[in-house]
């Protein structure tokens, strides 16, 4: 059974600063590894999709990393933004039935 | 309308009351799901349908009850819920449930809140 865990469970820093959010998965026989970001009291929007046949994936000031072999993922967030305050969630897909486990998040704090 | 829409934003309702979660797709996609989202829980996969075929039911309980008429539609029934029903309800869409079909697109979700 497929597990995914995420840490930090919370950080909180400082504007500007460069992050690392980690999300790791016991079951490296994946097909996708996709990032999401949660408001509170909302639903989750997709920051980064990578494919299993990928290394990484880039969107502006975010970078998220998979190795399949160690069983990690990472999502890199440059120059942090009070705006970054979320959740983010990681959720690794697999082949049966499309079904993703997802990780229980990292809320992230970005102090002004 | 893009993207996963879903109606009501917010519910209330008594434990013998019926009602009905609604989520619409506007991308094109064949897979559709209900994951259910507890305060403090991970995310909890309810319902799987592929191409309007329920593929996935994860030990949910009978006072939930999906319906999939195409594969643009996807709806939640509500019948005899307890309060630890609560939660917030999001459906999600993908191309498909195989391998590079690609990945999710969530709706807003439904906050439930049942007295």
């Known amino acids: 059974k497929q597990e995914v865990t995420q840490i930090p469970a919370a950080l909180s820093v400082p504007e500007g600063e460069n992050l690392v959010l980690n999300c790791s998965f016991t079951?490296?026989?994946?097909?996708?590894l996709q990032w999401f970001r949660q408001d509170p009291g909302k639903g989750l929007t997709s920051l980064l999709l990578?494919?299993?046949?990928?290394r990484e994936q880039t969107s502006g000031r975010l970078n998220a990393s998979l190795d399949k072999s160690s069983g990690r993922s990472t999502l890199y967030i440059a120059a942090s933004q009070p705006g970054d305050s979320a959740t983010y969630l990681c959720a690794a897909g697999t082949t049966n039935a499309g079904k993703s486990t997802f990780g229980d998040g990292t809320t992230l704090t970005v102090k002004p | 309308e893009t993207g996963v829409t879903q109606t009501p934003r917010h519910l209330v309702m008594g434990m013998t009351n019926k009602k009905s979660l609604k989520c619409e797709q506007h991308?094109?996609?064949?897979?559709m799901y209900w994951y259910k989202q507890s305060a403090k829980k991970p995310l909890e996969l309810m319902f799987v349908?592929?191409?309007?075929?329920?593929?996935e039911n994860n030990s949910v309980p009978s006072r939930f009850s999906p319906e999939c008429p195409n594969s643009s539609h996807l709806f939640l029934h509500l019948h005899t819920l307890q309060p630890e029903d609560s939660a917030l309800y999001l459906c999600?869409?993908?191309?498909?449930?195989?391998?590079?079909?690609?990945?999710?697109?969530f709706g807003s979700g439904t906050r439930l809140t049942v007295v």
């Open positions: 990578i494919q299993s046949s990928q």
């Open positions: 079951d490296s026989a994946i097909y996708n």
């Open positions: 991308l094109g996609h064949n897979a």
């Open positions: 349908y592929s191409l309007e075929e329920r593929v």
């Open positions: 999600a869409s993908s191309p498909g449930i195989t391998q590079g079909a690609g990945g999710y697109t």
